[in-house]
């Protein structure tokens, strides 16, 4: 529409040329639009965006050093209308000056503060300096119809004196102490810990070989019982064998002694048995001949011998009955030993008989007579066999 105008929001416009309220000279409209005639008002925009200043000057401390302190201004126009004012009376037609104004009185208050402050604290307390300078710059700021947003020092350089390097040589140093301090330390803990590792490591590789050593002594001792245990079996299976064995040898060995025992030691006995016998049927025979040889009365002596036979025959029988003797053919051996006992004591009492005749031929005068060669004690030997076996 013609006379009408709407700044940016950015902007601020200024109508001039019609009667306005208050001291300034223009009327300003900030965020909405108005009405201007035309050939009757005139309209200007002035900036109200964010604008940046550097400053790049050399400082002398208060120690007579030269520093090179390098700094950004962040500013623009005040928002209210008093700021908008005074800022369109002095950079409508130059806007593009604001950046060098502001540098400038911003660079002079530098160098001032930086004159009364040592380089130690320029350097420790650079925030303190760019306050002290900003402080120092909002009034003449304010007139200006600017504000600041930010004042920050990028730098601070002194040239070839190279007092700043010098003054950070210490600490360097005591960095450089400290930091090889503590890599010693870390070097140190590091080795530690890697030793610790390799004690570790090598006492696992000990426990691990001890333990394969024992399972491998266990695997060779069960390996070396297996083995053993066939040729183990064999040995016993034969001690048993030649324990059977040795039973067996010693039950033929006692049936082999009881054998000879029949066969030898019973014979003998019985043997041995039937000559005492017969010896002791002699010997009473013997006696009675003497005793009827020199009793006067042979009568009385035949008498006796004949009455006292069946008792010696029957006392020679028990004798053999008592004896361990084995009589073969069984009852009819026995029948031709009793027998033989009873032939022995008949020629026993002919003997006597003969022997009383004579003795009464010779009371008589009558020789006696020869019995023929058969002496007294002649005897008749039965059939004794050795007990079966």
Request: aromatic letters at 2%; glycine letters at 8%; proline letters at 4%.
């Amino acid at each position: 529409m013609l006379g009408w105008h709407v700044p940016s929001p950015n902007q601020a416009m200024l109508i001039s040329g019609s009667k306005n309220k208050g001291d300034a000279p223009f009327r300003i409209v900030v965020g909405h639009g108005a009405f201007a005639m035309p050939v009757r008002n005139r309209v200007s925009l002035l900036t109200l965006a964010m604008q940046e200043a550097e400053v790049f000057e050399p400082c002398v401390t208060q120690q007579g050093l030269t520093l090179q302190v390098k700094a950004v201004i962040a500013f623009k126009v005040g928002d209210d209308a008093e700021s908008i004012a005074n800022a369109g009376k002095r950079f409508l037609d130059d806007q593009r000056s604001m950046p060098e104004l502001v540098g400038r009185i911003f660079a002079g208050h530098l160098r001032s503060i930086v004159g009364s402050m040592t380089v130690e604290d320029i350097i420790r307390e650079r925030q303190k300096l760019a306050s002290e300078v900003l402080d120092a710059s909002k009034p003449e700021m304010a007139k200006l119809g600017l504000v600041v947003d930010s004042f920050q020092i990028e730098s601070i350089d002194d040239g070839q004196s190279g007092y700043i390097l010098a003054l950070s040589q210490p600490h360097v140093a005591a960095v450089n102490q400290a930091a090889q301090i503590a890599q010693a330390q870390a070097d140190q803990a590091a080795a530690k810990v890697r030793q610790e590792s390799a004690r570790n490591q090598a006492q696992y590789e000990q426990e691990t070989a001890v333990a394969k050593a024992q399972y491998q002594a266990e695997v060779d001792q069960a390996q070396q019982t297996a083995s053993q245990a066939g040729p183990l079996a064999q040995a016993k299976a034969q001690q048993d064998v030649l324990a059977e064995q040795a039973k067996v040898a010693s039950a033929q060995a006692e049936l082999r002694r009881q054998q000879l025992v029949a066969e030898i030691v019973r014979p003998a006995e019985a043997e041995a048995e039937k000559v005492r016998t017969m010896a002791k049927a002699q010997a009473d025979a013997t006696r009675l001949q003497a005793e009827a040889t020199s009793t006067a009365n042979g009568v009385v002596l035949q008498r006796i011998l004949v009455e006292k036979m069946p008792e010696i025959i029957a006392a020679a029988a028990s004798e053999l009955r008592q004896a361990n003797v084995t009589v073969l053919n069984g009852a009819e051996g026995m029948g031709e030993l009793v027998a033989g006992l009873a032939s022995q004591a008949s020629s026993i009492l002919e003997l006597v008989r003969r022997t009383g005749a004579g003795a009464g031929d010779e009371g008589r005068g009558v020789k006696p007579r020869s019995n023929g060669g058969a002496g007294v004690g002649a005897e008749v030997m039965p059939v004794v066999a050795p007990p079966a076996n």
